[in-house]
């Protein structure tokens, strides 16, 4: 379980790929003080430390994970979003993030606003519901709150420091990010749904 709240930023270094799956070397400020077997978020994504050297670790994503996320995109030079897992004696700064991605959000805006950054996002139209004013989602493993809600499109705001210090900045018109929809809309969703197949 993560937060949403970025650590660091880490840039890949080298891909290879094994039949469906691709593994990544990510140097990092991290990486040093990672463990084998421990579960980082990645943009987003929950992958596991399988390599450390030095600087550098490697996780592996398989054919299922890079199909229903923009890791197929990455490419030596591509900066990540880093962040360890929560300790249960802390601050819940962001909101609960499990690492799984829904969906991929498109950027069909950009734009400068005195200091800070707008985005406006697009989404399959099917996880419309899970989208709601002042509600929280995850962008490339980054926590943010929404606004100006559409069918399927929403808006968030960035700050300066969160500007600087993750891959949001690389994120242009036409870009795709990971998004994960907040959890407890999803399991409100889904008990909904099976009322209202049983009622």
């Known amino acids: 379980m993560f937060t949403g709240i970025i650590e660091q930023a880490g840039s890949i270094t080298a891909i290879q790929s094994q039949k469906g799956n691709k593994s990544f070397w990510i140097n990092s400020p991290l990486s040093a003080s990672l463990k084998i077997d421990q579960s980082v978020c990645h943009d987003g994504v929950c992958l596991t430390v399988e390599e450390i050297v030095k600087d550098t670790h490697r996780v592996t994503a398989i ?21 360890r897992c929560m300790q249960l004696n802390g601050r819940l700064d962001g909101h ?8 991929l959000a498109e950027c069909i805006g950009k734009r400068e606003t005195n200091g800070s950054w707008q985005f406006v996002f697009s989404i399959p139209e099917q996880f419309g519901p899970l989208i709601i004013e002042k509600g929280s989602v995850s962008l490339n493993g980054i926590s943010l709150t929404i606004f100006n809600v559409g069918k399927n499109q929403f808006e968030v705001a960035i700050i300066p ?14 870009s795709r990010v990971n998004i994960e929809f907040d959890v407890i809309g999803k399991y ?12």
């Open 161 to 174: 420091y969160t500007y600087a210090h993750t891959n949001i900045q690389t994120v242009a018109v036409g």
């Open 63 to 83: 054919a299922e994970t890079l199909a229903k996320t923009n890791l197929n995109d990455w490419k030596e030079g591509t900066i990540v979003n880093l962040e």
């Open 96 to 103: 609960l993030v499990q690492g799984h991605t829904d969906a």
């Open 188 to 199: 409100v969703i889904r008990n909904l749904e099976i009322h209202n197949r049983i009622g």
